[in-house]
């Protein structure tokens, strides 16, 4: 066995370290992974150290060996800050001082030694830069240990525990050879330096491997645990869905019962003015001779009271239907209007005047139960603002705006306004600052509205009184 042999080792080590970096640059360009950064600038660094170390006799020895020892060491300890970095906790943190101070004070000391020794490297040199190869990698060997605690798959982590094991093992035997005096250089061609040597560039490349592996089972790690977490995240969305839907429909039967009173009301007008009008007709009828023109009329004045009553009982059992959100386009004025009438009973009896100043061209693609839902909603806000804070005048204003992009619905009242600093908060779920509030009305209102890319936002009125004002997106069908 020659010389040459050993530097055939060194050599091919340097290639399998740099043929490592460039692996690694492949696998995670562009990612800004520090840890895997950190591994490949360790990898090109024990490539030049070993590259160097083939080529000490073609470099000053004045700095050949102190390079190559201090770059061995450095490469070792960015391996050791890079197992550092899988930790979620250290990801981002700044390389640690002692990784630069240790390889410069390294390479300080053996040359300060060197030139003590008439500029030779002694076997005790030689000894003592391999115990630093031996305690930067068991070092490492306990980085690997402390960072796997944070994973659940362990067996990579393990595995790379035992390489750098091994590796710290070699170089003591490398230590044990150079203190017996059996083997002080190292192109020494003994055979228990050979197999030292190769042990040594063996596990190494195993090691650049194992890292490698361990990233990419990571990957697979990660991407597994997004994945199902992407899984519970939908099936929590489908179970939040499923709430709102149930809330919409309770929502929808605590606004009616709350104008129970008054659609009662309303519709028990038309039915009692049928029953007169048609008592009416029924003597008229009885009469000789029957009075055939007044009939006519009692019996059109029948006509108008049914169908008033039944227009009435069509919007409520249209808001208190449950249907998915289907979007069409729809008149906003006749959407409204059609809520204002089943509001109408109550608005009469607590005296108060709604507006409403909409253009009959304005339309909106929304789901129309769901909409007349939201206005309800407002509307019966409005009412009991009004109703508690008990103004001069009391008013509801109903109006829009549109621009080329969106709709602005605009629900005025004269009543107290908002408490200030509640104009957010207002609709949050179960935030009432009503006595019999549920919290549901606002909270659901704005969540219906950004179901279709609107939103919802309050504010008091500079002359008194609060304003929601509902924003929603213009499509081409709309325009």
Not at 198 to 203: A, K, Q, R, T
Not at 299 to 319: F, M
Not at 416 to 441: C, H
Request: aromatic share 8%; net charge positive.
């Amino acid at each position: 066995m020659t010389p040459f042999v050993i530097q055939t080792l060194f050599l091919f080590y340097s290639a399998l370290s740099f043929l490592s970096a460039t692996l690694i640059g492949a696998l995670f360009w562009k990612r800004n992974d520090r840890s895997a950064m950190l591994w490949l600038c360790g990898c090109l660094l024990t490539s030049i150290a070993t590259v160097t170390t083939i080529h000490r006799n073609e470099i000053p020895l004045t700095i050949s060996f102190s390079l190559m020892v201090s770059l061995e060491a450095l490469s070792v300890l960015l391996f050791s800050e890079s197992l550092k970095r899988l930790s979620r906790n250290q990801a981002n943190i700044s390389l640690s001082w002692t990784t630069f101070v240790i390889p410069i004070a390294l390479f300080v000391l053996v040359e300060v030694w060197r030139l003590a020794s008439d500029g030779k490297v002694t076997p005790a040199i030689t000894a003592a830069t391999t115990l630093t190869f031996a305690i930067t990698n068991i070092f490492c060997l306990y980085r690997t240990i402390r960072v796997k605690k944070e994973f659940q798959n362990k067996l990579f982590f393990d595995f790379l525990s035992i390489v750098f094991g091994l590796v710290s093992t070699l170089y003591l035997l490398r230590l044990l050879i150079i203190v017996s005096g059996y083997s002080g250089q190292s192109f020494d061609i003994k055979t228990l330096n050979v197999i030292v040597w190769f042990g040594l560039f063996l596990f190494g490349a195993i090691r650049n491997l194992a890292y490698i592996v361990l990233r990419l089972h990571l990957g697979f790690s990660e991407h597994t645990r997004l994945s199902s977490m992407n899984i519970q995240l939908s099936d929590l969305l489908d179970e939040r869905n499923e709430m709102i839907l149930s809330l919409q429909k309770l929502n929808r039967t605590a606004s009616i019962n709350a104008l129970a009173s008054t659609i009662s009301h309303e519709i028990n007008q038309p039915l009692a003015a049928s029953r007169i009008n048609a008592q009416m007709a029924d003597l008229k009828l009885a009469s000789d001779p029957p009075n055939v023109p007044f009939i006519r009329n009692l019996v059109g004045h029948i006509l108008e009271d049914i169908d008033r009553a039944s227009t009435i009982v069509q919007n409520v059992s249209r808001l208190t239907t449950n249907k998915s959100s289907n979007q069409s386009v729809i008149h906003l004025s006749e959407s409204i209007h059609e809520v204002i009438e089943i509001a109408r009973g109550q608005l009469r009896e607590r005296g108060i005047m709604i507006e409403l100043a909409c253009s009959s061209e304005i339309k909106i693609s929304i789901n129309k139960s769901e909409w007349q839902q939201v206005l309800l909603n407002l509307i019966n806000n409005a009412i009991q603002s009004l109703a508690e804070g008990k103004p001069a005048q009391k008013k509801i204003h109903i109006s829009a705006t549109q621009t080329a992009q969106h709709i602005k619905i605009f629900i005025e009242d004269t009543g107290p306004g908002i408490e200030l600093g509640q104009e957010s908060k207002i609709f949050e779920l179960a935030f009432s600052n009503k006595e019999s509030g549920s919290g549901i009305g606002l909270w659901l209102s704005k969540n219906i509205i950004r179901n279709f890319g609107g939103d919802i936002t309050a504010q008091n009125l500079v002359n008194g009184g609060a304003c929601f004002v509902i924003k929603l997106p213009r499509t081409p069908q709309q325009r």
